[in-house]
């Protein structure tokens, strides 16, 4: 009767040591495999055929690449676009394995922070180093707005500046906090009928249903999310000429 | 059927009958100019056939940028203690920013400040 239980990470077989760290691979590592293998299953199947008329594969792929590239041209712009393989990979990743993570008996990869916080700052450090390279100190203009009398400026840097900071915080923690919440809502629903008594399975498993089905879309609107704000985060240094 | 029956008369040239091939190359052209055309359109937001993602996605979005300014200012309030020694005033202050981030993190997800670009002055 343990929520967090699912989330343990076990170790099935160490790797390597590295000083006085075991290296393990984990059941973590192993899903995140397995959403991999799946990406590329499905990225290598739609492409082999090539057909103008598209299969069932072909089109899952197409829908995707679509919805990454409308989102992305849309936030950032056309100039963003050649930030499309970073940000298609984001969201093939989160999403196949947020999905991975509703069937049961899986490990969720994304209800861990470490793997949503690598993910956040993979996109914060890319905008921060390309931003400083396309335009050098210019980019310090981010923080400092125009037209506030210079009394308060300090101030507004300052705010600018945690604000800033703030950004891969919040976007990896909504991420690991909706996967984490949506599968322990989850697990009480059908634990209530051991922890009460098996009377109040009909609804429990009823309300446990309506969950899971909002949890699939969690899983999607999610995926989307981070692409979205990853693309609008890559489209604050795009618009400088 | 006129136009078909210029489609036919095309295939039964030979390709290397440099006029008509051109004039294919032109229609072709024409054609996909065309489809191309209404791409940019896809991008105004009313003209989406579907419901809009972007909508629920900016409702997900407010859930933390408050949380996550004050936890940031929080968390340098506290650095800036420890190097600088001078125990609560660092997080006293940037607990404040911190939360003043929030609130502007806040308004930029739910529009009601744009969002900061690096746009040349002239164009905002």
């Known amino acids: 009767m343990d929520p967090i239980h699912q989330f343990e990470i076990k170790k099935l077989f160490p790797i390597a040591r590295i000083g006085g760290m075991e290296i393990a691979f984990t059941n973590s590592a192993l899903f995140m495999l397995i959403g991999l293998l799946l990406i590329l299953l499905l990225m290598l199947g739609a492409t082999s055929s090539r057909a103008l008329v598209p299969g069932r594969l072909q089109s899952v792929a197409e829908i995707s690449y679509e919805f990454v590239a409308t989102t992305l041209r849309s936030t950032a712009g056309t100039e963003g676009m050649k930030f499309f393989p970073l940000v298609f990979s984001l969201f093939m990743f989160i999403l196949v394995l947020n999905v991975i993570g509703i069937i049961p008996y899986t490990f969720t990869v994304t209800s861990h922070i470490i793997i949503t916080v690598s993910l956040a700052l993979l996109v914060f450090f890319t905008v921060i180093i390309y931003g400083f390279w396309k335009n050098g100190l210019r980019f310090f203009k981010l923080f400092v707005p125009s037209g506030i009398p210079i009394y308060i400026l300090p101030l507004i840097v300052f705010i600018e500046v945690l604000s800033f900071l703030s950004r891969p915080i919040s976007h990896s923690v909504r991420l690991f906090a909706n996967m984490v919440a949506g599968h322990i809502v989850i697990f009480f629903l059908i634990a209530l009928t051991v922890l009460i008594s098996p009377f109040v399975a009909p609804v429990s498993v009823a309300f446990a249903l309506g969950i899971f089905m909002l949890e699939l879309f969690v899983a999607l609107v999610q995926a989307y999310v981070f692409t979205m704000l990853s693309a609008l985060f890559i489209g604050m240094t795009q618009h400088a000429h | ?124």
């Open chain 2, 1 to 124: 059927m006129a136009d078909d029956a210029r489609e036919r008369g095309d295939r039964k040239q030979p390709p290397l009958d440099e006029a008509a091939l051109s004039a294919r190359f032109k229609r072709l052209g024409e054609r996909l100019g065309h489809v191309h055309s209404d791409r940019p359109s896809e991008s105004s937001p009313d003209q989406r056939p579907t419901a809009d993602p972007s909508a629920i996605a900016r409702g997900f979005r407010l859930s933390t940028e408050l949380v996550a300014g004050v936890l940031v200012g929080a968390a340098v309030g506290w650095v800036i203690d420890r190097w600088l020694g001078i125990s609560p005033w660092g997080m006293i202050v940037f607990l404040l920013l911190g939360f003043a981030a929030g609130v502007l993190n806040v308004m930029r997800a739910a529009g009601v400040v744009p969002t900061k670009t690096l746009d040349p002055p002239d164009s905002n």
